[in-house]
């Protein structure tokens, strides 16, 4: 990767992305460009001077001459930032993804991450008990190996968060998500339901990096997105749109060897409930959610644990 200097002429870079790109070697026709989006990742707003001494022509001239990114072809790392059109001049805010922090859905404060217990001895030990089904995990931390058993998960609201407009009012049609993506590493973890037992979504496709994408829709796939009304309790403070809602799996690599936690992993510093610290791996990864709709993103850390003890 690298960046173009943007002080003269505009410069149109475009290459397919990896993935693209193994569609396209099929050689079968069957690859067509159908739709396309832009993105601003590079560009700092804050660099907008309203107050420049030379004048107005200068309020701008630091993000016009911002360098931009040369495109890319890792599709896993490109463009967190989507740029959209808004045909209407009458929105004072835009929505936003917001991880929701209620009782069961805390991030443990030992890692500012969700804390995913991959198989069933990592369970006994983190809570002490004989039977895991019976486990009772403290806030954070997820039931991997049986993601039915238990409360804890991850909701994501999307609207906006503005005091001026009241929650009574509802989101417009056109800043509403009804639908999102969710990616999230396949070597890993797979989506799954609140419902007990718990059950996997489908991937949508799996990309040359491993990571799944996941595209659920409200009305298909109302286990996972349900509309926010006024009356649920959220962190946003203007009118909703929807929420998503997911628990994770861990893979069956990850339950039954210790190899990815071995290459990708380190190991534990600090007690998890009853496990102690030095007696288990980690992994470290992160769940993408992207509304397809006005493209907000939110990134949310997710931590594999794994008791080494044994």
Not at 172 to 196: A, F, H, N, W
Not at 221 to 236: E, F, K, R
């Amino acid at each position: 990767m690298a960046f173009l200097d943007n002080s003269g002429d505009i410069i149109l870079d475009a290459v397919l992305t990896d993935f693209g790109r193994v569609l396209i070697a099929k050689g079968d026709g069957s690859f067509k460009v159908v739709k396309f989006a832009l993105g601003d990742d590079e560009i700092n707003y804050e660099l907008y001077q309203k107050n420049h001494v030379s004048g107005s022509a200068y309020y701008d001239l630091d993000i016009l001459q911002t360098p931009v990114l040369e495109a890319f072809t890792n599709n896993a790392s490109s463009m967190k930032s989507h740029l959209l059109t808004i045909s209407r001049n009458d929105h004072l805010y835009l929505p936003i993804l917001d991880l929701f922090d209620g009782s069961a859905m805390l991030l443990s404060s030992n890692s500012n991450s969700f804390e995913i217990l991959v198989d069933e001895t990592t369970i006994k030990s983190v809570a002490a008990v004989s039977d895991a089904a019976t486990a009772v995990l403290g806030s954070g931390i997820w039931n991997g190996w049986q993601p039915g058993f238990g409360d804890n998960h991850c909701r994501v609201d999307q609207g906006l968060d503005a005091t001026s407009i009241s929650p009574i009012e509802g989101l417009d049609d056109d800043l509403k998500e009804t639908s999102y993506m969710i990616q999230l590493d396949s070597r890993l973890g797979r989506l799954v339901s609140l419902t007990s037992p718990a059950a996997a979504a489908s991937e949508s496709f799996i990309d040359d990096d491993d990571i799944a994408s996941y595209i659920l829709s409200l009305g298909a796939d109302n286990a996972y997105i349900l509309p926010l009304g006024a009356g649920v309790s959220s962190n946003l403070r203007g009118p909703r749109g929807t929420l998503l809602q997911f628990k994770i799996a861990a893979t069956t690599s990850l339950r039954t060897n210790n190899y990815l936690f071995t290459v990708l992993g380190s190991t534990g510093t600090y007690d998890i409930g009853s496990l102690t610290s030095g007696n288990w791996k980690f992994i470290d990864s992160t769940v993408a959610v992207i509304g397809q709709n006005t493209g907000c993103r939110i990134d949310i850390p997710i931590r594999f644990v794994k008791d080494i003890s044994s």
